[in-house]
């Protein structure tokens, strides 16, 4: 499978500013992109006192976590203790599970990393812009943490946007506390966080048997359905992975569509699967989903909103019922 390249993708691209060397560099290479991201650059943008959602109170909450994330971001990698405490396998799998729901992760997997699980290049923050992607950890601890739903339902309101910060902030610190955790312990442990990943979390996180990815892109899991903000710790110390989950969540989802119907701006395709990069799958458009959250002062979230999982259906009952009789109960 293709390795993703950050610099590709939104949140890296309306980093960019003109005159920077992200800048020159990205639309030289992708002269294509320039005049879309120019004009998304300039929408007002989430929180922004101009878009309709706006509220004075709960668009600073917001602002606040997002700053608070960047404050916190140097902070992924750190020093590994010389003194490397020895481990037996089965204990340290459990504790590290046990941790991460002590913190506050609703579910939590084991994924050993694969090359794909990783970006092939970092596209932000500006000073990483570019590097490759190498030095790869060989397991990953990748947790979820449920988004409440009275919140969700009235995306894509600005509720919406204050649920989605605080659990980017809950999975930044519980990332953290693992990361500091392995590290006493004396193994190289990163964390991966808003605004500091290098890593592809719906992939990682499928792999880890937390869910599997819908047509909308996100990770679908048991219970919560797509209401999951993810995170995750790689690190070397040799943990046992899970196993992937065995569901045919896409064959559900061919006769779905839900999410599709309810994107206002198309962004999540309608029609079947296709190859892209080696992989069966639908192809978000990123730049149509993007340019609805820059106006609407908001991430949206109504694609969340919309999945039957989570809704009614668990992910779980795919192994009972057929994609039909499942549909008839959503
Ligand atoms: S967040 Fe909103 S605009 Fe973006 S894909 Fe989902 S429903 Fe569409
Ligand atoms: S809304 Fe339907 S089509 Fe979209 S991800 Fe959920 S189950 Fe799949």
Redesign the pocket.
Known sequence: MKRYDERDTMFARMTYKEGKRNYEDYYLNNPDKKAIDDKLRKSPGICSPTTPTYHPIDANFAISNFKFLSDIRPLVQGKVSQKRVSVNQKVIVKRLKEIAIDCGADLVGIAKTEPYHYYSHRGRPLEHYGEEVSDLLPYAIVFGVKMRKENIKQ??KLPEVVESSMTYVQTAIIGMQLSYFLRELGYDARNHMDGNYLVVLPLLARDAGLGEIGR??LLITPKYGPAVRLGAVTTEIPLKADERMNVDLASFCDICGM?SI???????PKGERTTIGGQLRWQ?KQE???S??GKIGT??????K?CPFGNGIDLMDLKKYTPKELMKKA
């Not at 991430?299 to 969340?304: A, E, F, K």
């Open positions: 995306a894509p909308s892109g999410c309810k994107c206002p701006t198309q962004a999540i978000i149509k989903c993007y609805f959250w991430d949206c979230g109504l694609c969340i919309n």
